[in-house]
């Protein structure tokens, strides 16, 4: 077992390189899949299912088409509270890696969705506000705790490179297979074992939108458009330490920030565009383009084993998807009402413009990360029950497609331009990313929800669940 005295060489300079290049894709990312919702806790109950139906405030932003069916003035009010899973691989042997669960929680309670709407003959118009995007999350791979509540370093991922010729031309093997190959070659240095830093890692990105909507009705024929206003901040942090957890190695930080280097808000405008088409009052059908801002952050490295300071690494961008959807709605009585949504979001603008940390990576291009675009089916329905307070219970389904950033990019290093005495190192900061960017998998959520509606007043609430987020919602409607 010669391999069992081997000191792990080349583990320390694993992500070292970091100093040269600029990056977006730091620990801090990992794990992280954002989802852009209708707002409404109406529509929440019933699996965000709305854009054929879109009868109350919260189509000011959904679809602007249907605002010309109010016609009262009202004012409306959401909050929302949610919490959302990050998964990152924290331990075993590559590739029977070892996943583990990290919460993160909005704000206490904000206000996710305010709004005035004005009715005026055929056409209606609205301003509000919309938080679509508030995530909190911090990760720590770097301790644990067992059930005495002692904190020890993490036992992270581990993966065997062979020193090939050229050196690190082909990706990482098995335990066994790299015992065999030094056994084989009678070389312990034949085979490298590495693994991921410890880590520490926190982000907190906020988008903000301020929007004006109107809306105007040609017969059976609505059309709406919105124009929004947003802002944007974000800050992600990743600091890095030695294997042992003794000593910080380096700190990468990517946010929004001016010329000081303050943090601030990134701003930006796009439309929003929607038909309501209701040939009768039993159904109905619309549908909603929705265009995603950008916003330019910019990217720090604190190189502190190196000693060279803080370096400005430059910039990426952050695309919020481009949304397009329609849908369907269904009254088959006059107490039920049965939607059906059909939605592509464009998760593949995530990473446009994407900036990498390593030349190796650099190497590739654009065939290096990939976030994949998601057509979401939402199906949901409404029932009615009369009494002296009119109530409604509703209930939802939507399939959430797998859109986390994935590495997809070779784990070999026979690019031309790479030096073969580095090769093997190379391949195994390639390994290092498909580790901590593995991609996700497909996620069903489910919601319930009522509402109790008097003449002037209407209050609703919902609850939506799946194995990556839980999300509750309260919101009310006055109306003059």
Excluded at 51 to 67: C, I, K, M, Y
Excluded at 453 to 461: C, G, K, L, S, T
């Amino acid at each position: 077992m010669r391999h069992r005295a081997v000191i792990l060489l080349g583990a320390v300079l694993l992500l070292s390189t970091s100093v040269f290049a600029q990056n977006t894709d730091i620990e801090s990312l990992s794990g992280l899949q954002f989802n852009f919702g209708n707002p409404g806790a109406r529509s929440l109950g019933m699996g965000g299912a709305f854009l054929g139906l879109a009868d109350d405030a919260s189509a000011a932003e959904a679809n602007p088409a249907g605002l010309t069916i109010l016609r009262r003035p009202e004012v409306s009010l959401e909050g929302r509270n949610y919490e959302t899973i990050a998964i990152v691989n924290t331990t075993g042997f590559y590739p029977d890696l070892v996943q583990e669960e990290f919460n993160a929680f909005s704000r206490a309670a904000e206000v996710n969705f305010a709004s005035v709407v004005l009715p005026f003959g055929k056409g209606a118009i609205s301003a509000y506000y919309h938080l679509p995007l508030a995530y909190e999350s911090e990760i720590n791979a770097a301790w644990e705790t067992n059930i005495f509540n002692v904190a020890r370093p993490r036992s992270l991922p581990n993966f065997f490179m062979p020193v090939t010729d050229p050196p690190g031309s082909s990706g990482p093997i098995s335990e066994a297979e790299c015992e065999a190959l030094r056994d084989d070659t009678g070389d312990p240095f034949s085979c490298l074992q590495f693994q991921t830093f410890p880590y520490f890692s926190a982000v907190n990105i906020k988008l903000q939108t301020w929007g004006l909507a109107g809306a105007y009705q040609f017969g059976r024929l609505s059309l709406g458009a919105a124009y929004r206003y947003h802002q944007f901040e974000e800050a992600a942090i990743t600091q890095r330490t030695d294997l042992q957890v003794r000593n910080l190695r380096t700190e990468v930080f990517q946010a929004t920030v001016n010329s000081a280097g303050d943090i601030v808000k990134e701003s930006d405008s796009t439309f929003v565009f929607g038909f309501k088409y209701a040939p009768s009052d039993r159904f109905s059908i619309g549908g909603a383009y929705k265009e995603g801002a950008s916003f330019d952050t910019s990217i720090f490295l604190n190189d502190i084993a190196g000693g060279t300071g803080l370096s400005d690494l430059g910039g990426s961008t952050f695309h919020v998807p481009d949304v397009w959807g329609v849908g369907v709605s269904w009254r088959p009585m006059p107490v039920l009402t049965i939607n059906v949504d059909g939605v592509n979001v464009s998760y593949g603008n995530l990473t446009d413009d994407f900036q990498s940390i390593y030349p190796e990576i650099q190497i590739l291009g654009n065939n290096a990360y990939e976030t994949e675009d998601a057509t979401e089916v939402h199906v949901g329905a409404e029932y009615f029950f009369a009494s002296t307070i009119p109530f409604a219970l509703r209930a939802g389904w939507w399939r959430d497609p797998a859109h986390q950033m994935k590495y997809v990019g070779p784990q070999t290093c026979t690019d031309e331009a790479i030096d073969s005495s580095f090769r093997t190192l190379c391949a195994a900061n390639r390994t290092v990313l498909g580790i901590l960017f593995p991609g996700s998998e497909d996620d069903d959520h489910w919601s319930v929800g009522f509402g109790l509606a008097w003449p002037r007043f209407q209050v609703d609430a919902a609850y939506e669940t799946s194995d990556r987020l839980k999300v509750g919602s309260l919101s009310g409607v006055f109306r003059f």
